[in-house]
């Protein structure tokens, strides 16, 4: 077994999740392979192009028992779904001409705080989503 296989593991029991194949798959594509958040499709065609057999099923279910232990996170922009390997509030460049999420830091959006909340209310999670276009010739 490698490193890598026994870092899955590890995070997946760590985070109350039972190891199972798909789970490990899914875990390690979406942890080493996956340079930007992904939707479940995008997902899919990553295990289908490493030669991983699992159902389009299996892949949002896997990652919505993933969000539901906090190790990933899910952002949805225009009715569709991304996941986010940094569960951390995030900010992010959406490149609409693309359908691409890219997680960005504060000094590349320029937001750094968000207004206090009304009283007997508190700041659950924070998500700053800057749209993008190509500009027009």
Do not use: W
């Not at 997902?43 to 949002?60: E, M, N, P, Q």
């Not at 190790?71 to 986010?84: H, P, T």
């Not at 001409?97 to 206090?116: I, M």
């Amino acid at each position: 077994m490698s490193d890598c296989d026994e870092q899955t593991i590890a995070r997946l029991r760590k985070a109350g999740l039972r190891p199972t194949r798909q789970r490990r798959d899914l875990a390690r594509l979406l942890f080493t392979e996956c340079q930007e958040a992904v939707t479940a499709e995008g997902l899919h065609a990553v295990a289908s192009r490493s030669g991983i057999k699992v159902s389009l099923a299996t892949v949002y279910g896997t990652l919505h028992n993933f969000c539901t232990v906090g190790l990933i996170r899910e952002v949805s922009i225009d009715s569709r779904r991304y996941f986010d390997k940094n569960p951390d509030n995030r900010q992010y460049f959406y490149f609409e001409d693309d359908k691409r999420l890219v997680g960005v830091t504060e000094t590349e959006t320029g937001v750094k705080s968000v207004p206090s909340p009304p009283q007997g209310q508190h700041v659950s999670r924070v998500d700053v989503v800057v749209r993008l276009k190509r500009a027009e010739p």
